[in-house]
């Protein structure tokens, strides 16, 4: 009967790996789009972080989705 033959370190990469795809990637560091000013919110909306994303929000007096704002009232 054949066996593969790995280094200690390669099976626990392995484990690894299979385990955040099991869990959806839970414990790995999020990024914060919203402070690393790498979020595409429009000038007048507010960046709310969430895990693994960001939602873009309209300021108050202003209607849109988010990455597009315009005044009303």
């Keep these: 009967m054949g066996s593969a033959c790995f ?16 869990m959806g990637n839970v414990g790995l560091a999020d990024a914060d789009e919203c402070a690393e000013d790498s979020d595409d ?6 960046c709310q972080n969430t895990p693994k994303s960001y939602n873009c929000i309209c300021k108050p007096g202003y209607t849109g989705d988010g990455r597009q704002c315009e005044g009303c009232c």
Excluded at 41 to 46: E, Y
């Design 41 to 46: 919110c429009h000038i007048d909306a507010l």
């Design 7 to 22: 280094s200690r370190d390669v099976c626990l990469f392995i484990l690894l790996i299979n385990t955040c795809r099991v």
